[in-house]
């Protein structure tokens, strides 16, 4: 199950810096966004800008005492306030700013955008959702972009729940489906080897 768990954690770091410095391995620990006004109300987000409950707030800064003695070389989040937001929480202990992507964007849920989720159970899906495909090669553009400009560095991105399951979908090689959902305010490692 590669190390997942149903509450937030951290793998151990690892011990040999140098070495992946010289091969150029690149650490991406992918973070989900803190608990949201519209989680709490099952309401679909999609690419609205969202906004942190109090408990959201206090994921963040959970996340941020556990990265606090990380050496983070670059801080990502998607271009959505709940994304930025959590991820300016983590990146303050360490003085860094927080660059923006709108490659780690949850996904486009169209015209289901904004509705309650228990109610889109039995509805058609509009055709104007994102694709998993478009999803996935929006996963391997932001994957891609960390192997080639980033390698050797430790990143840390805050993105969303589908999102994260795609970028997982693309590393692992498997499908969406077999990755497990990741909790607000959980942490992910992955070790990218470069190009």
């Known amino acids: 199950m590669h190390g997942y768990s149903t509450k937030p954690f951290i793998i151990s770091p690892i011990e040999d810096v140098e070495a992946i410095a010289e091969n150029k391995t690149t650490t991406l620990y992918l973070v989900r966004h803190g608990e949201t006004e519209d989680n709490v109300n099952q309401i679909m987000q999609g690419q609205t800008q969202g906004r942190l409950t109090e408990r959201g707030v206090e994921q963040a800064h959970e996340v941020a005492e556990r990265m606090r003695r990380e050496c983070i070389d670059v801080f990502f989040a998607s271009d959505l306030r709940r994304s930025i937001d959590t991820c300016r929480i983590i990146a303050e202990p360490h003085g860094k700013p927080v660059e923006t992507t709108p490659l780690l964007r949850e996904r486009d849920w169209g015209g289901f955008t904004g509705m309650f989720i228990p109610d889109l159970k039995d509805r058609t899906w509009p055709d104007d959702i994102e694709t998993i495909g478009q999803m996935k090669e929006r996963a391997r553009r932001f994957l891609d972009l960390l192997r080639t400009e980033y390698a050797g560095k430790k990143v ?18 498997k499908p969406m489906n077999e990755v497990e959902r990741m909790m607000n305010g959980e942490v992910r490692i992955l070790m990218l080897d470069e190009g």
């Open 156 to 173: 840390l991105a805050v993105g969303h729940g589908i999102m994260n399951k795609a970028i997982q979908s693309v590393f692992f090689n």
